[in-house]
């Protein structure tokens, strides 16, 4: 009887700490899901801002008056705010930080990459068109209006 007992006392530790694990297992794969939903949806807000800038880009290439690279600059400057608002959103909602990390996750650092190479492109086209209308005071005051906004960011 003595040996029964303790075989079924056994058995029903053994039960039990199964049952931990599993639930820990589980509790871990559920964690890993959330992360890898909040990774897929970091990755298409980086392609999507990554595809505003080279719109941006495209449109200062294109631009002949100081008024086309105010406006384009304004249009990025809103998709920008928009980004900012939905990785916040995603943030709060996943629980998975992102934003002031010092190292961004491994599976994002390619697209922050062709983020930062198009914002790079950019800028050197934006410098360019600042310095053909860098004299007109219309121009200068709108771009210190976006400029700000921009800082706000």
């Known amino acids: 009887m003595k040996k029964f007992q303790f ?3 056994l058995a029903l530790a053994t039960l039990v700490v199964a049952g931990a694990a599993a639930f820990a297992d589980a509790k871990a794969d559920a964690k890993a899901e959330r992360r890898a939903a909040a990774i897929a949806e970091v990755k298409q807000l ?3 801002l990554t595809a505003e800038t080279n719109k941006l880009n495209d449109a ?10 105010v406006q384009a600059l304004d249009a990025w400057a809103n998709a920008l705010d928009g980004f ?11 629980g ?3 934003l002031k990390k010092k190292e961004p996750p491994e599976e994002i650092k390619p ?9 790079q492109a950019m800028s050197e086209n934006l410098q360019a068109k600042v310095e053909l209308f860098k004299e007109n005071p219309k121009f200068q005051k709108r771009m210190q209006q976006v400029l700000a906004k921009l800082k706000d960011l």
């Open 84 to 94: 900012k608002k939905k990785a916040k959103a995603l943030e709060s909602k996943k």
């Open 60 to 69: 200062l290439v294109a631009a002949q008056k100081g008024k086309e690279v």
């Open 7 to 9: 075989l079924s006392r």
């Open 111 to 119: 697209d922050l990459e062709a983020f930062m190479n198009s914002v």
């Open 46 to 48: 980086l392609g999507d």
């Open 96 to 98: 998975f930080k992102f």
